[in-house]
């Protein structure tokens, strides 16, 4: 059964951006805070992004402020990764993910804590070459 499903990664030149959507399926509706999380080889999945979606509120992690940028299209199910000035360190493999909090500051503790998050994506590969 499919939750999520992301798209939009691929190969891209340090330096350049790439936008990274995630869509839910309808059963995920319930869910309130929407992540970002990645994962190279070898190392643990780390989170990257989320968003409380009743609010907009939004947080992330320190590696990524400033360059990336989450958002959401409610009308279309969506939650977007805006990924620019991309660097080579930037390369894993990108998931989304979904969960239902109690109150909006869960949403933000959970940015580091990835096993909170009930439903998953199957992922998205994007690759920056220096």
């Known amino acids: 059964q499919v939750h999520l499903v992301e798209s939009g990664g691929g190969s891209v030149q340090a330096g350049g951006s790439v936008r990274l959507s995630c869509r839910s399926a309808?059963?995920?509706?319930?869910?309130?805070?929407l992540g970002w999380f990645r994962q190279a080889p070898g190392k643990e999945r780390e989170g990257i992004a989320v968003i409380y979606t009743p609010e907009g509120t939004t947080d992330y992690d320190d590696s990524v402020k400033g360059r990336f940028t989450i958002s959401q299209n409610n009308a279309k199910n969506t939650v977007f990764l805006e990924m620019n000035s991309l660097k080579p360190e930037d390369t894993s493999m990108y998931y989304c993910a979904a969960d239902r909090v109690a109150f909006p500051a869960d949403c933000s503790r959970n940015l580091h804590t990835p096993r909170n998050f009930e439903y998953w994506g199957q992922g998205t590969q994007v690759t920056v070459s220096s």
């Open positions: 309808r059963y995920v509706l319930s869910t309130n805070c």
